[in-house]
């Protein structure tokens, strides 16, 4: 199990992004963190995989606990061979490597890995990948890049993924398709998935429990069937009205009365 206890987070000894952020994720479930843009929800995750530590942040209070152990004063490369992976938004391949040298990076991590056996799961989850295995990654599709920065991470195996904005950019079948194959994994290979997310619907649909940030706190949690029929979640974060209909943007825009929860 992953726990944040009343996480704080400073950038440069004086920015404070989060501010108390408490969220578990159990063995083997989905969670989902929901929020806008600046929320704090990448922040969260370079919190929980050592990566703040490449861009001045430092938790300053609170504790990361990962299999009963404390993990945020750890680096990123420890915190990696404990099985907690993060694939970064914006799909960072190596431009230059062709798909199948990406794809092996990812399995260096185990030093006793099968690499071949590695990468046969991989392009089950990803036929296209096959397909595409000797090209650059640099000419590669959106959706393709996604897949190869997602095929990366499972070859290390990961306990616990971290994923950040998996849809962004992204065709809305295509998004169907990534998260069909995230819930697949976590049901096949038991890996616990942390998802950050601003496609509310998306992520509420394959996880098991959600939290929405804003302004660097959690101010909703509960399970995500309960948080999709939330009045607040569906009107800010669905685009739905009351009746269930989608809200013009006029109307989005223009809409006076403050979440419930601020």
């Known amino acids: 199990m992953l726990k944040l206890n009343n996480v704080e987070v400073k950038y440069a000894g004086v920015i404070l992004v989060l501010r108390g952020v408490s969220l578990e994720i159990r063995d083997g479930t989905i969670v989902s963190l929901l929020g806008s843009n600046g929320a704090g929800k990448t922040t969260t995750l370079k919190a929980i995989s050592g990566l703040l530590h490449t861009e001045l942040g430092e938790v300053t ?7 009963g152990g404390r993990i ?6 420890q915190i990696a ?18 798909v199948e040298e990406n794809l092996r990076l990812g399995g260096y991590i185990r030093r006793n890995g099968n690499i071949r056996k590695d990468l046969d799961m991989v392009y089950d989850y990803f036929p ?13 599709s959106g959706g393709e890049q996604q897949m190869v ?16 904005e ?19 994994f976590n049901t096949e290979e038991k890996t616990s998935i942390l998802i950050v997310e601003q496609n509310a619907k998306a ?19 509960g399970p995500s069937s309960k948080l999709a029929d939330n009045e607040d979640i569906k009107e800010f974060y669905l685009g739905l009205s009351k009746l269930g209909e989608k809200k013009s943007y006029r109307e989005v825009k223009h809409y006076k009365r403050r979440k419930r929860w601020l």
Request: hydrophobic share 45%.
């Open 61 to 67: 209070a609170g504790s990361i606990e990962y299999d």
């Open 72 to 77: 945020d004063k750890l680096d990123p490369e």
């Open 81 to 98: 061979k404990t099985g907690v992976i993060q694939v970064m938004e914006d799909r960072q391949v190596l431009e230059h490597l062709t």
């Open 128 to 140: 296209r990948l096959r397909e595409r295995r000797t090209a650059i990654s640099g000419y590669l």
């Open 149 to 164: 920065v997602m095929g990366r991470a499972m070859m290390a195996h990961p306990k616990i993924l971290l994923l950040d």
């Open 166 to 184: 998996p849809s962004m950019g992204l065709a809305p079948l295509l998004v169907e398709e990534i998260y069909a194959i995230i819930k697949r």
């Open 203 to 221: 992520a509420l649909e394959i996880s098991e429990y959600a939290y929405v940030l804003e302004n660097g706190r959690v101010v909703l949690d």
